[in-house]
Nanobody
């Protein structure tokens, strides 16, 4: 059974940092493009960062320079280091495998896998 377990969210003040983790079981993250998505309150889920199976990185404009996606193949875990957090980064963050490449991002297909989401709240 494939599982993606996302964790590491929490309540932080603006300007602080968090690292999200997405631990996989039942698949090898090294063989997949993996993506992080964010769903802000009242908004649709949006892709914010992804990493190809070859290690190519992509970032949505609002997180460039602040967020870093990485993958530890030995731990079979995907990470999202989030620095200088802003209130607009608030939302539920999801990890997913992503097999659809659009030329500028990897998106999950219906057969890809999603984690359960972890809530990040940035507030003073």
């Amino acid at each position: 059974e494939v599982q993606l377990q996302a964790f590491g969210g929490g309540l932080v003040q603006p300007g602080r940092c968090l690292r999200l983790s997405c631990r996989a079981s039942g698949l090898n993250v090294a063989n997949y493009a993996m993506s992080w998505f964010r769903q802000a309150p009242g908004k649709e889920r949006e892709g914010i960062s992804c990493i190809s199976s070859h290690g190519r990185l992509y970032y949505e404009d609002s997180v460039k320079g602040r967020f870093t996606i990485s993958r530890d193949n030995a731990k079979n875990t995907l990470y999202l280091q989030m620095n200088n957090l802003k209130p607009e980064d608030t939302g539920v963050y999801y990890c997913a495998t992503a097999s659809i490449y659009t030329g500028d991002y990897y998106y999950p297909s219906e057969s890809d896998y999603w984690g359960q989401g972890t809530l990040v709240t940035v507030s003073s």
